[in-house]
């Protein structure tokens, strides 16, 4: 306790806040201008779905931003604003309130899919987190949590974990080398909470004789989390540490299986020199089959099939829009494994794949929403008939692995059986060979 | 606290807490639609709301109806908030009844085609769900994407498919309808036609914007989806030429899905954005459906008719295109930032000279903007002329609304009628219905005695302070604003650098 006070302390973030949102205007102004507020965006926002309210849709948070940055009216200057406030009814709005609403969001990205007048949503939502947080309001706690972790020596990581455990799963049984020409940066959702994937990621890259190491307890959080939830200003340390430690085992590559820490690593270069190159890990294990390097040999379990691919956000659709969506990759391995004929797709899929909602930070600020998300995404699973649903994100496995669950839970009483397989593409390739 | 927590209370009762909200902050975001309404509007009506509730069904709202009655408030239905004419815009505050919480599909009927629905879902939803399910529902609003069924039936819409299939009017076997009183009807039946004698109260309630009552279920008729749907263009030297076209076009056999048309300044302003579109004097868009191979005989006769015109087909892509951008005519808001639309019906004989109309009154108002319509059925056509405004300047932007009032006249005089009457243009309805306007009072008494049902909107233009705006004192006003508008100088877009991300598209 003593060792959070601290911290609180020393944070950054806690700044006496006195915001003054309509002079420090926030980026893309002419965005928030250019919303015609056709409520497209409503239509395929996953929290609007679950919820329903109107301040939870990408249309009613630009309004609600330009209410807020907004000048006062000619009558407001007039009659003043306590008058005119009481005449229509207007009353303050409480930032706390809107912070809350603004950060009950996945980033997702699915409007910029149907924006009418092109709004960069992609980039718009965490320019605008920062932005708020640059104005001194303060994100969710937990978050704030998070943060303070990080930035601890003795954990570097948001979920308070011990440094050391980093790499206890896999220091025995694999004698990495000092240095290498790829990195594999592991990440903190795959060190602590997926480490199967972790190993079978290991098994898959030892296998293919690839010449790799990993960051061991050295690893850094990649910060995506300070990213997404607004607090930049460690950023560019975690960004030159990381980048430090990769240099230090002359790598030319990084791979890494999270998207989250593969969209922070393309942030990286604003803020350090990179000399190396980014993978994901499917792009890596699908040039190796390309290559002939890499053959399964072991048939894919016939109890789990079939199986339906569940596109990551920020591998496929953000990534697409900062340059490069990686869908086939994924797909490509799939294919390739034994006794998988054919994969199953979502309604939605690809470009308009639907979060699993565990994205954005959400999870920090409001668990049961992100479950209701992904339990209508199971759904959809068992109408198409999967047996088993596969990612390429230890997010959305975790996620999906706990929708799951409460599915289970759920169906406890009733009379149907419920079974569904939440696996990532790694684990499958591990499986196979 | 004050007055309002006790109705909180009290629905939150009826319909669960977290289903009412009375925040300062959800409040604000009932309070408007796509109409850009200064702030300074909200002194004149309250336009925003004392409480939001999101009903879960007919129950809950007619709950909420009697509660509502008793306590004398009003309630404002709210779909998908895309119309431009504060017809969900609340005018002395009260309850915003959000319908758009209610988007279930309830009933496919393949064996007698027909689909029940929540009046909450959005047209592209269903759409999109139907066509997945082999059918095809008739006609859809151009805001597909964001407007709701309920929205679309209390506005009386024609769009996409009206052509062919007629508008909503045409659509709707049934209505469930919760009136004033809290009495849940049911205005058709579900599996057959509607049309004999009895009166018809489908109709009543179509085009009524909200201010009869509460639609909680609507069933429309739907079709067996077409082998294809096959998409044309054609480009015309000026929109003269390309409505002697249209005109011609109708005047046969030929049923297409769709036609619409867009002026050459249309895609000058989607360049001014950094699209990669033709620079050209008009656009003609022609949407077959059906039997392929009937298909292929209408597109040749189309063909041929639209070369008589000087009409030269665009390629397959060109064509598939400006299909997919059907829902996205409205990009040159940015350009302001900020879009003011004049909705008018004209006869489809008057199509050339209205379409001069609108380019005149353009150029009179020295506004930048382009005349688009499409064709409802073979007597009319529909405008959507838009221009761009500057939402940044007070003065200009309240002048540059006078577009819609001079774009009601232009319409006035060729026979037609403007499109929308919402929270400001109830003036209209008197001039298009005469003395019908008191019938429509009667009936409005009859069903909403105590006049809670969307007040302030369609037959009566009254401010909060109770001080009615006729209909002759609004188009005064309205004249004033545009001869403001003229002496103003001429628009310019407003923005730098407004391309964006994504060119070319």
């Known amino acids: 306790m003593e060792q959070k006070r601290k911290m609180n302390e020393t944070n950054l973030i806690q700044k006496e806040p006195k915001p003054n949102l309509v002079r420090n205007k926030p980026p893309h102004l002419d965005d928030i201008y250019a919303c015609l507020q056709c409520g497209y965006c409503n239509s395929v926002c996953p929290i609007y779905r679950e919820t329903g309210w109107e301040s939870l849709t990408p249309r009613g948070k630009v309004f609600l931003l330009k209410h807020l940055i907004g000048k006062d009216s000619f009558f407001d200057k007039i009659l003043g604003k306590k008058i005119t406030d009481y005449l229509t009814g207007r009353g303050q709005i409480s930032l706390n309130e809107a912070m809350t609403k603004i950060y009950t969001c996945t980033l997702c990205s699915r409007c910029e899919t149907i924006c009418h007048v092109d709004i960069d949503f992609h980039e718009y939502w965490e320019e605008i987190r920062k932005w708020m947080v640059e104005n001194g309001i303060k994100p969710p706690p937990n978050t704030i949590d998070m943060y303070n972790y990080i930035a601890n020596e003795e954990y570097k990581n948001p979920f308070m974990e ?180 054919n994969i199953l797709e979502f309604p939605n899929n690809r470009m308009d794949g639907i979060c699993c909602g565990g994205g954005g930070g959400l999870k920090a600020l409001n668990y049961d929403l992100t479950i209701d998300i992904t339990l209508r995404r199971i759904d959809e699973a068992i109408e198409l008939g999967a047996n088993t649903i596969v990612s390429a994100c230890p997010n959305c496995k975790a996620q999906i692995g706990n929708g799951v669950e409460m599915k289970k839970e759920q169906m406890i009483d009733s009379e149907e059986k419920f079974k569904m397989k939440v696996m990532d593409v790694l684990d499958i390739a591990a499986k196979s060979l | ?295 292929d005989i209408q597109d040749k006769t189309t063909e041929k008719i639209m070369a008589e015109y000087g009409g030269k087909k665009t390629t397959k892509e060109f064509a598939d295109h400006e299909w997919d951008e059907r829902f996205f005519e409205s990009k040159a808001r940015r350009l302001g930032p900020g879009l003011i639309v004049g909705e008018s019906f004209c006869p489809l004989s008057k199509i050339v000279d209205m379409s001069k109309r609108s380019q005149g009154v353009l150029k009179k108002l020295k506004m930048k903007g382009a005349v688009v319509g499409t064709v409802a059925d073979p007597n009319t056509a529909l405008f959507m002329t838009y221009a761009i405004s500057n939402e940044h300047k007070l003065i200009k932007n309240m002048a540059s609304m006078a577009l819609v009032k001079k774009l009601a006249d232009e319409a006035f005089k060729v026979g037609g009628r403007p499109g929308g009457f919402g929270l400001l243009f109830s003036g209209n309805l008197k001039k298009i219905h005469g003395k019908g306007v008191f019938v429509m009072d009667d009936i409005k008494s009859a069903l909403d005695p105590h006049y809670i049902m969307n007040p302030g909107k369609l037959i009566e233009s009254t401010t909060r302070f109770g001080i009615p705006i006729p209909g002759f004192a609004m188009a005064a006003g309205m004249n004033i604003l545009a001869f403001m508008k003229r002496m103003m100088p001429a628009d310019k877009i407003g923005m730098k650098n407004h391309g964006t991300k994504k060119k070319n598209e």
């Not at chain 2, 064996?111 to 082999?134: A, H, M, Q, R």
């Open chain 1, 162 to 341: 011990p440094l050391p455990k980093r790499d206890e799963w896999y220091r025995d049984d694999y004698q990495l080398p000092e240095t290498a020409d790829i990195i594999y940066f592991i990440g903190c959702m795959t060190s602590y909470h997926e480490y199967q994937l972790l190993l079978n990621t290991l098994k898959v890259f030892s296998s293919s004789g690839l010449d790799f190491t990993t960051l061991g307890t050295d690893e850094m959080c990649c910060g995506a989390i300070n990213t997404l939830s607004g607090q930049w200003d460690n950023f560019k340390n975690i960004a030159e540490y990381n980048v430090g430690q990769i240099e230090k085992r002359g790598a030319t590559q990084v791979v890494t299986g999270c998207p989250g820490c593969y969209r922070a690593f393309k942030k990286y270069r604003k803020f350090a020199k990179c000399n190396f190159k980014l993978l994901h890990t499917t792009e890596v294990i699908a040039e190796l089959i390309e290559g002939e390097k890499l053959k399964f040999t072991k048939e894919f379990k016939e109890k789990n099939l079939p199986i339906v691919y569940h596109d990551p956000c920020e591998l496929g659709r953000v990534s697409d829009y900062e340059g490069k969506g990686i869908f086939e990759a994924p797909r490509y391995i799939l294919k390739n494994i034994p006794g998988i004929d």
């Open chain 2, 1 to 295: 606290m004050d007055v309002s927590s006790e109705i909180y209370k009290d629905l939150s009762h009826m319909v669960g807490k977290e289903r009412v909200s009375e925040s300062n902050l959800d409040r604000l975001l009932y309070s408007h639609d796509l109409a850009p309404l200064p702030k300074e509007m909200s002194l004149a009506f309250k336009t925003i709301p004392d409480i939001v509730v999101k009903p879960r069904d007919a129950i809950d709202v007619s709950r909420i109806m009697k509660y509502a009655v008793e306590n004398d408030i009003p309630v404002i239905p709210r779909g998908g908030a895309t119309w431009a004419f504060g017809g969900a815009v609340p005018a002395f505050g009260g309850i915003v009844l959000d319908i758009g919480s209610m988007q279930e599909i309830l009933d496919v009927n393949k064996e007698n085609l027909f689909v029940t629905v929540e009046p909450g879902i959005n047209w592209k939803k269903l759409y999109d769900t139907l066509l997945s399910k082999d059918l095809l529902i008739g006609a859809y609003p151009s805001s597909a994407p964001g407007a709701s069924v309920g929205g679309w039936v209390n506005t009386g819409g024609v769009g996409v498919g009206s052509y062919k299939y007629g508008g909503i009017d045409q659509l709707i076997r049934s209505l469930e309808v919760v009136l004033s009183d809290g009495t849940i009807i049911t205005t058709g039946c579900k599996n057959v036609l509607n049309n004999s004698s009895g009166y018809n109260l489908t109709d009543l309630f179509i085009g009524s914007e909200g201010t009869l009552g509460i639609i909680t279920k609507v069933t429309l008729k739907v079709f067996p989806a077409p082998e294809e749907i096959r998409p044309t263009s054609f480009v015309f030297r000026d929109l003269e030429e390309a409505g002697e076209a249209i005109h011609a076009l109708t005047r046969t056999n030929i049923t297409p899905y769709h036609i619409a048309f867009l002026d050459g300044a249309h895609y000058d302003l989607l360049r001014e954005l950094d699209k990669d579109s033709p620079k050209i004097g008009a656009m003609v868009n022609i949407t077959f459906s059906g039997d392929t191979r009937i298909i």
